[in-house]
Nanobody
Framework: QVQLVESGGGLVQAGGSLRLSCAAS????????MGWFRQAPGKEREFGAC????????YYADSIKGRFTVSRDNSKNTVYLEMNSLKREDTAVYYC???????????????????WGQGTQVTVSS
């Protein structure tokens, strides 16, 4: 089992920045893939970004590419999502997720992730 706890969400003005953290505990050595998803009101949960165990491979959704950066500190079992140039449409609950296996074809699929955090709210005001 892997437990995930997100933090760092909050209210920010458009154009501002936030950094989300996801602390993992439990069988973290099995988490080859760590991802961030988000869910806006009335919408489905969508893929945002992911990073592999070694941190050498990252993927981003087009909607956040160039503005958000995913990173991980394996010594702290923590994954980060640095969010810059935030827009109102970035408002959502952000979820951290962990998966055992990485696939270059399915990294954006929710089914690739076995464990999920409870989410942290990010609200961007104009």
């Amino acid at each position: 089992q892997v437990q995930l706890v997100e933090s760092g969400g909050g209210l920010v003005q458009a154009g501002g920045s936030l950094r989300l953290s996801c602390a993992a505990s439990g069988r973290t050595f099995s988490s080859n893939l760590m991802g961030w998803f988000r869910q806006a009101p009335g919408k489905e949960r969508e893929f945002g970004a992911c990073i592999t165990l070694g941190g050498g491979t990252t993927y981003y959704a087009d909607s956040i590419k160039g503005r958000f950066t995913v990173s991980r500190d394996n010594s702290k079992n923590t994954v980060y999502l640095e969010m810059n140039s935030l827009k109102r449409e970035d408002t959502a609950v952000y979820y951290c997720a962990a998966g055992t296996w990485f696939s270059s074809s399915y990294y954006s699929s929710r089914s690739s992730y076995d464990y999920w955090g409870q989410g942290t709210q990010v609200t961007v005001s104009s």
